[in-house]
Each structure stands twice: as C-alpha cells, then as structure tokens.
C-alpha cells in the first residue's frame, strides 16, 4: 500500500511538472505578443502548483516589470530575490552532482532586479545589483547601459561616461558586429552634461557613421536610435556655432 502511495505522489509530481512547464511556455508567448495580464496569470497558476522554479519566477518578475506600477515594480523586487536564493542552492546541487533544470543565469537576476530598483529609486540597491551583474558576467553589456542611466538619474555623469567606456569595450569584445547605438548615444550625452559639446559631437557622428554603414551592408539597427543620433548632433552643433 505504501508503495501504491508512493507511485500515485510520484505521478501527481510529474503531471504538476508537466503543467508548470506548459503553463511557463504560454505565459512566455504572450509575453512577448505583449498579453501581460494573461501571461501573469498563467504564470500565477504555475506557481501555485509549488514550483518554485526559477525560470516561472523570473518570467513573472519580468512580466510585474513591463506592467510599470510601483507595486508592480516592489512585486518583481521580491519575486526576483526569491530566484536568486533558488538559484543559488539549485547550483549548489549542481555542484554535488544532482542534475537540475529550469534556472536562469544568475546575472540576469541581478539585472533584472537592479531594473526594478532603479524603477522604485531605490538607487543604492539598484547600483549594487548592477555591479553584481557585471561581476557575476562582465561581457552583460546591457548592465552598463543600464547602470550609466542610474548615474545619470543621480547626477554623475563623470561615472556614467566612465562605466559606458567599460560596457563599450566589453560590447565590442563579445560581438563581431558594429558597437551599439546606445552606448554613443549615453556618452555623447554625457559630454553634453559635463560641457565638453565638441566631444558629444564626435560621438554623435560616429553613431551616424555607423548608421550609413548598417544600412549599406544590411547590418539591422534600432531607427528610433538613429533618429535619436541625428536630433542630438543637429543641437549639439547649433550649440557649437554659437560658441563661434
């Protein structure tokens, strides 16, 4: 009888297993159709099977992120820490040798949850989660992104120029395509905050270089980032002229 009963938890397990999967995949697939309301609830009903697998808890930390209210926000906080201490002890059994599925990279986590911080101001917290990130991953170019615009949110551009020629350097290490756009766009921002326009300008100049080169080769770029380039050296210019 024991034995009857171990084999009916056994498969009780695998088909909650089964389902959490299933529930997981969907609720991913509306969140990249932009179905955040439906895929939180999908991904509600997978947790509430007691799978506390990182994968659910990070895809519903994303989905509370894109949702851009302050609860919101302070939920992504919390579920995200949760994927962090379960992340730790699943690589921990991982180094014993038990196999383990389902988790996600711890430098994601910590970016992921930095975002939540950042979006909550809480800027202490969030820069020492975006360290953790690069630490944890120095090639996660978009942790340096995303750590200029917190120094940029408090008034330090001298360490946001400083940690985008990190990100740059790193960005272009782990690609073999042309830098990112962002990375000229924040640095020739930050030249405009520390007024030095001529240095701006050669940033600038370089992102539309760039742009030239990637719509002559087919390389893809973001249009939005290259308008953004072209508005920012047409006013830094103006801004040069009238210096003259």
Not at 27 to 48: E, K, P, V
Request: glycine fraction near 6%; aromatic fraction near 8%.
């Amino acid at each position: 009888q024991e034995q009857e009963q171990g084999e009916e938890e056994e498969e009780e397990g695998g088909r909650a297993q089964s389902e959490h999967r299933e529930l997981t995949v969907a609720a991913w697939w509306r969140g990249i159709t932009q179905l955040n309301t439906d895929a939180g609830q999908l991904l509600d009903r997978s947790l509430q099977l007691g799978m506390d697998k990182p994968i659910a808890l990070f895809a519903r930390a994303a989905i509370a992120i894109n949702s851009g209210t302050p609860e919101d926000f302070q939920c992504a906080v919390h579920l995200l820490e949760q994927v962090i201490t379960r992340n730790k002890e699943l690589m921990a059994l991982e180094q014993q040798g038990v196999p383990v599925e389902d988790t996600i990279a711890l430098e994601n986590a910590y970016n992921q949850r930095a975002l939540a911080l950042l979006s909550l101001k809480r800027y202490a917290e969030a820069e020492e989660h975006f360290l953790l990130a690069v630490e944890q991953k120095p090639g996660l170019w978009e942790a340096y992104i995303n750590l200029a615009t917190l120094y940029f949110e408090t008034h330090r551009p001298s360490a946001a120029k400083e940690v985008l020629f990190v990100g740059r350097d790193r960005y272009t290490e782990s690609t073999s395509g042309p830098v990112h756009l962002t990375f000229l766009i924040q640095l020739g921002y930050a030249e405009e905050l520390l007024g030095d326009m001529a240095s701006a300008a050669e940033h600038y100049a370089h992102g539309l270089q760039l742009v030239e080169e990637c719509q002559r080769t087919g390389h893809p770029y973001d249009q939005n980032h290259a308008m953004k380039l072209q508005h920012n050296w047409e006013h830094v210019q103006s801004l040069l002229r009238l210096k003259e």
